[in-house]
């Protein structure tokens, strides 16, 4: 087996499912509608740059997920 072979059959191991990546998106939902409400609350650049990160988050998590579901044939 070659190198790459070998390291797509890793890869295929050891990525997440899409029903795991699906669990979570609630609470991922919930931390964006209440960093978002705070920065409302109270705008300041700690509160934008805090949003900035989880939304920056929740972008990879959405983009694994739908990998995820393309490689499950969903």
Same mark, same amino acid.
């Given at each position: 087996?070659? &190198?790459a072979?070998? =390291?797509?059959?890793?890869?295929? =191991? @050891? *990525?997440?499912?899409?029903?795991?990546?699906?669990?979570?998106?609630?609470?991922?939902?919930?931390?964006?509608?209440?960093?978002f409400? &705070?920065? @409302?609350?109270?705008? @300041?650049?700690?509160?934008? %740059?805090? =949003?900035?990160?989880?939304? %920056?988050? *929740?972008?990879?998590?959405? =983009? +694994?997920?739908?990998?995820?579901?393309? +490689? %499950?044939?969903?």
């Amino acid at each position: 087996m070659n &190198t790459a072979a070998h =390291l797509s059959q890793l890869q295929a =191991l @050891h *990525a997440p499912r899409a029903a795991d990546l699906l669990r979570p998106l609630v609470d991922i939902g919930d931390g964006l509608a209440a960093a978002f409400a &705070t920065l @409302h609350r109270d705008p @300041h650049p700690a509160a934008a %740059e805090q =949003l900035a990160i989880r939304l %920056e988050g *929740a972008r990879r998590h959405v =983009l +694994k997920l739908a990998d995820a579901l393309r +490689k %499950e044939g969903v």
